[in-house]
């Protein structure tokens, strides 16, 4: 294993990049807005999607408009809190907050569960945002703690809790490409076309070694598939709803309701979070020339950990869904060479403006079901893909097989056979009947009950409390930020 020295914590990591402006340089106006523009498109949909899926799954069509709204404006006071580092919260660097993929099942679970027990719109928002905001407080807690979180959730655990997160929502992409739930049509060859479309364009733009086109290779296809959808007649813009020319944010305009059935899964995955964010934060520790070593990094580390969860409880504050450090605009970074986390505070204007005017949110409600469900094929096929990435760089020997075997299948076959908890107590029944609560019970009693084999795995292994980044094999960390980088593109 192979630490870097004490002296190297004092100074930046080795220069991967040639960047153009660094961390505390102020651009010019229309180089951070052209940077905070790049910025804004990468992100764009990852931002807006989790809410479109949630919004059409679970019925809240007239409220779609307003929470994708929302998800924009918290998007861009997040993205500002971040990078402006007020007092011990935020990080200071050019971090991007949206809202987060990997709530997507439990939300739409707790969803699920409230409209089954002939919940409205109205009450099921109210209690997702009050589960939301108080799950938000764990990671608030943990962000102190992460160097001692490590011990807890390894990266056996973590992965297989994001590939059992992404597995069990391929059924709501695959949904959408034959026509969404209740179609008359569904299955249908028009249907299916539209979302081969959409996916094969999507795999095509991502084979040219253009950043541009990889990067906007989810806002074309999307864009594509819903003109050819338009001109098909699938597309009535008459439907629109009938949305005001602004939205005016309101705290907990659907009101304030707490569920602990709810509120288990959703604060499992708020303790995995923290993890995910560290090493995104890293990566773009890296890529801005900053220190990855050493007691400022580990303060930046954790300022960023409160930063995601008061931000995630500011979300649900204001009607939206959970938000965490996007990765992708790490790659950004790279291609623009502007790391200056004054263009945060331009992005966090754009967003604030888009999400102020709900048309936008209201024509993106037109965007036929197959359409979607084409690109959210790729987008949890990758958070299922970036889950076994992380078992396979923890090492798949004997005992991480056996506990990703036991938590993977515990996960999938509640999900399957829902039926076997039919006999336990109500309160039991409801909290496990989350395919992703029983996977990360299970994959984290099995951690801590079976001992750790001697094995020498290659193995990047994140250590705050140590504050080292160690690479076994390799001492230099653009191996760590290029994987990094690339793994971002999950949240898009």
Known sequence: MITPSRSAASRPVNRTTDLIYGLDDRPHFAAAMFAALQHVLASFVGIITPTLIVGSALGLDHEIPYLISMALFVSGLGTFVQAKRIGPIGSGLLCLQGTSFSFLSVVLSAGFLVKSRGGGPEEILSTLFGVCFCAAFVEVV??????????????VVTGTIITL??????KVAMTDMAGGVGAPDLGSATHLGLAALVLGTIVLLNRFNVPVLRLSAIIIGLTLGFLVAWSLGRVDFALMPDVPLMSVPVPF??????????????????LVSPLEAAGDLTANSMISQQPVSGPAYLRRIKSGLLADGLNSAMAATFNSLPMVTFAQNNGVIQLTGVASRFVAFFIAGILVLLGLFPIVGAVLQLMPKPVLGGATLIMFGTVAVAGIKILSEAGLHRRNMLIVA????MGLG??????????????????????????????????????????DDDVTEFDPEASTVRVLQDADAEPLMNRAVAEGNRQT
């Open 165 to 170: 997160m992404g597995l069990s929502l391929l």
């Open 414 to 455: 509640v999900a399957a056979v829902p039926e076997v908890l039919r006999e336990l107590p109500k309160a039991l029944h409801n909290i496990f009947e989350s395919p992703i609560t029983v996977g990360a019970f299970c994959a984290i009693a099995l951690n801590l009950f079976l001992p750790e084999d001697a094995v």
């Open 142 to 155: 943990l962000s102190q703690f992460i160097g001692k979180l490590r011990k807890l959730i390894t990266p």
């Open 253 to 270: 305009k659907y009101g304030f309701s707490f569920d602990l059935v709810a509120f288990i899964p959703i604060a499992v995955i708020f």
């Open 406 to 409: 036991i938590s993977l299948g």
